[in-house]
């Protein structure tokens, strides 16, 4: 499963006053002068703030303009407050921003602690829209500074609670718990239950994120409780989808799952919920997929996927559903129609990333338009002022006469060399900007790599563990119910996959130390025949288990000049790999010839071999070639990149040729040696 029916409650700031019937108040206003009428405009905007955002908007106009007539600055910062509310619920973030920032000076100058926490709040949650989370972070962790020396227990709790939005949004869900936990706590204390449930919820979501399914689960269920005790139906049907999915991901719950699945199913009919119910309807599929009845799963999906076209629902819901069908059309051997839907899961999800990045531009052109007006403002305002300064010197030229065109002759050459230079600096500013997003480019494309190899390695890793820890609790548990041939075997078990660890671990250290800059580059002149009989006699017990032969051409007086220790691993790497993908009875051949300038080394192999396409992608950290050995060894590819990383450093080169079923050949170049040390 990789959705969930999440909801996470934003919370903003509190309420300034309490807000009474708009109609009474609006009727008030004619009666009302001076700071009793303005405080009625501010409650006036805050209550028409959700209802009717450009009524909100022009109260909090008039009530700044009155406040600012008898300069009484508690009316004008909460003019600015709620100015900022506004803009923020029209999504005008930068509008909202800038009013926001001038009611916190304002409240900053009056030591106002509460309405610093609630002003700093509504600011990070604005930078939070923007994808600003370090700047939101900030903000809101000056609101708990100014909260937590006040008795506003239920601001401080919503803090908290957006606090833990932020880190979930970083993907640091640890610190989202922890700061659920704290909202949850106060919470508690003020007997809100809805936000007890919602802080739940939020710290189950985190859980899952985190694979810890039992945990999520436990906090799914305090929060369905809690629902269920304020009935708020829509909560609970969400709640049981959430605690359904774990089910599913768990894989041996899976009637539970089908319960929690329909109870869900029947709670979103009742209240006419069709997007949610959509979602639940393919949950069920995957649960009936999973328990084998792949029909039942089919029907099931392809009427979700009517629902959601016909209400257009998007992008994501619909190509999950694709993605389903042609899962379960695979399992019915349906290959056709699996392909034709697995190519609308392709286009439906390339439109969904569309879509992201539209919004994404469309918030960035809203941004700048915004900026637009304000630039032209202020272009006005410039022009202005350059008018009235023409007339003086106008006036100043008719005065002085001459002295005046002297001035003004100066004036001219003063500017066009300043001009001169400025349009030079602003070329050296433009070179220097492409060099540097060229770099980010460079380094965001580097990053990305690596995540992925990281990624790659992880998984790797898991499957000889996996055996360990699998034969391990066998042999501790049940250790007299194996005969000694099956302890014996799966020790081997045992120490075969920690020898793939071992040797996994030991290329991955040395890729490291190379990446970081701590692996010295130390070229000698040494023999090459004496490095291969040490190589020789490590790989010939790992070649006698699979009957294969190690044969070598190596000249005996050979000399090389690189770094031995980074030449044996290159070596002990592709011996390795030619080993692994061999067949049984077949032999490995270790060629070298040489002349004048450089060595070539080839190891030769007649086993499975690679396709073309194989061949493109070796030697790539952001790419793998996943293959087993001929007796199913793992391989995680880290080897070959890492012989790359060493033959580069040792001033040669690498390459590889290959055939399906006729075998590999591997080569390098190392510099020749002359029988001394070079500089």
């Known amino acids: 499963m990789d959705k969930l029916l999440l909801f996470v409650l934003l919370f903003a700031q509190l309420s300034l006053w309490a807000q009474p019937p708009s109609d009474s108040l609006e ?141 979930s949004r970083l993907s640091d869900y640890r610190m989202a718990i922890a700061n659920y936990r704290k909202a949850t706590v106060i919470n508690n204390q003020i007997n809100d239950l809805y936000s007890v449930a919602v802080n739940y919820n939020g710290i189950g979501v985190g859980y899952y994120n985190l694979g810890l399914l039992d945990s999520a689960k436990v906090n799914y269920g305090i929060a369905l409780d809690y629902f269920k005790q304020i009935n708020d139906r829509r909560r609970v ?10 089910y599913v991901d768990e894989g041996d719950s899976l009637q539970k799952a089908l319960d929690y699945y329909e109870q869900a199913f029947h709670v979103f009919d009742e209240l006419k919920d069709v997007r949610n119910k959509t979602f639940v309807m393919e949950g069920l599929g995957c649960v009936y997929r999973a328990m084998g009845n792949n029909t039942k799963a089919l029907e099931l999906f392809q009427d979700g996927l009517e629902v959601a076209q016909s209400n257009r629902f998007g992008y994501y819901i619909q190509q999950l559903y694709y993605k389903d069908i042609a899962a379960t059309n695979e399992s019915l051997g349906r290959i056709d129609e699996a392909y034709s839907a697995f190519k609308l899961h392709k286009i439906y999800l390339d439109s969904l990333h569309q879509e992201e990045r539209m919004r994404q531009a469309a918030a960035l052109e809203k941004k700048y338009e915004s900026e637009k007006k304000e630039n032209e403002i202020a272009r006005l305002s410039a022009e202005r002022e350059v ?27 003063y500017t066009s060399i300043a001009n001169f230079n400025k349009q030079r600096a602003n070329q050296l500013l433009a070179q220097k900007n492409t060099q540097i997003e060229a770099q980010k480019e460079e380094l965001e494309l580097m990053n990305s790599s690596k995540n992925k190899f990281f990624s790659i390695i992880a998984h790797d890793l898991k499957n000889p563990l996996h055996t360990i820890m699998g034969y391990s609790f066998l042999l501790n548990r049940e250790y007299d119910r194996f005969t000694d041939t099956e302890r014996r075997k799966y020790a081997g078990d045992i120490y075969n996959s920690t020898n793939n660890i071992f040797r996994l671990l030991q290329n991955l250290l040395d890729w490291s130390r190379s990446q970081t800059g701590r692996l010295k580059y130390d070229p000698v002149t040494f023999g090459f025949a004496q490095l291969y009989e040490r ?21 005996t007086d050979l000399q090389v000049y690189a770094d031995p220790m980074m030449v044996d691993t290159i070596l002990r790497n592709l011996i390795n790999n030619a080993i692994k993908f061999s ?24 086993g499975v071999g690679m396709s073309s396409s194989e061949l493109e992608n070796l030697f790539r950290i952001d790419s793998k ?24 450093i040792n001033k040669g080169s690498i390459w590889a040729k290959s055939s399906p079923r006729q075998g590999s050949t591997f080569s390098f170049t190392i510099p020749a040696g002359n029988g001394r040390e070079r500089g």
């Open 27 to 167: 009727n008030s206003l004619p009666k009302l002068q001076g700071k009793a009428k303005a405080a009625v405009l501010n409650q006036l905007s805050e209550t028409f703030r959700s209802e009717d955002s450009s009524r909100s908007l022009n109260y909090a106009r008039e009530a700044l303009s009155l406040g600012q007539s008898f300069s009484d600055p508690e009316i004008i910062a909460a003019s600015y407050y709620n100015l900022g509310e506004s803009y923020y619920e029209f999504d005008e973030f930068t509008q909202a921003l800038k009013f926001y920032q001038s009611a916190l000076n304002i409240y900053r100058e009056l030591n106002n602690a509460i309405r610093i926490g609630e002003t700093c709040n509504a600011i990070g949650l604005v930078h939070y829209f923007r994808g600003e989370y370090d700047l939101a972070l900030e903000k809101q962790i000056e609101a708990l500074k100014n909260l937590e020396k006040t008795d506003e227990l239920q601001e401080l709790a919503h803090v908290y609670s957006n606090i833990g939005m932020v880190y």
């Open 237 to 246: 049907a969400i709640g049981l989808n959430n605690i359904a999915n774990i």
């Open 387 to 413: 008018t009235r300064l023409q007339m003086q010197k106008d006036k100043a030229i008719r005065t002085f006469g001459v002295i005046a065109i002297l001035v003004l002759l100066v004036t001219i050459v």
């Open 535 to 555: 190589i020789y006699h490590l790989m010939k017990p790992l070649a006698e288990q699979k009957n294969i032969t190690l044969r070598d051409e190596i000249p």
């Open 583 to 606: 067949n049984s009875g077949s032999e490995v051949m270790i060629e070298v010839t040489c002349n004048h300038t450089e060595v070539q080394v080839h190891v030769r192999d007649r």
């Open 625 to 648: 070639v996943k293959r087993r050995g001929t007796n199913e060894e793992d391989g995680s590819g880290l080897g070959l990149i890492l012989c790359k990383e060493f033959v580069q």
